[in-house]
């Protein structure tokens, strides 16, 4: 079955850097896009970055453009979020998520705290 499962969360301070990593099983990783997301304490779950099937194409949402930096190895199964100069509100939940035929999958989420 699908998992998708993130990895690299934690503790650090602000201005600091952490590499998310989401691996993925269960599907034919290659030939699908993959996003992360995030959700903060009393907030919505809202998209951070995504990556087209061959890694060509990002996307970045506004809070996100010249600090985070998506990426994968398709050899690995492997998506990665590079986030650096993290910032207070940039501490959440922070998910993977896939879409195959019509159904969403997400990973069940790493924390990320930036202290000031």
């Known amino acids: 079955q699908v998992q998708l499962v993130e990895s690299g969360g934690g503790l650090v301070q602000a201005g600091g850097s952490l590499r998310l990593s989401c691996t993925a099983s269960?599907?034919?990783?290659?030939?699908?896009?993959m996003s992360w997301y995030r959700q903060a304490a009393g907030k919505e779950r809202e998209l951070v970055a995504s990556?087209?099937?061959?890694?060509?194409?990002?996307n970045y949402a506004d809070s996100a453009k010249g600090r985070f930096t998506i990426s994968r190895d398709n050899d690995r199964n492997i998506v990665y979020l590079k986030m650096d100069n993290l910032e207070p509100e940039d501490s959440a939940v922070y998910y993977c998520?896939?879409?195959?035929?019509?159904?969403?999958?997400w990973g069940p989420g790493t924390q990320v705290t930036v202290s000031s």
């Open positions: 998520r896939t879409d195959i035929r019509f159904t969403t999958y």
């Open positions: 269960g599907f034919f990783f290659s030939i699908y896009d």
């Open positions: 990556i087209d099937s061959r890694g060509l194409t990002t």
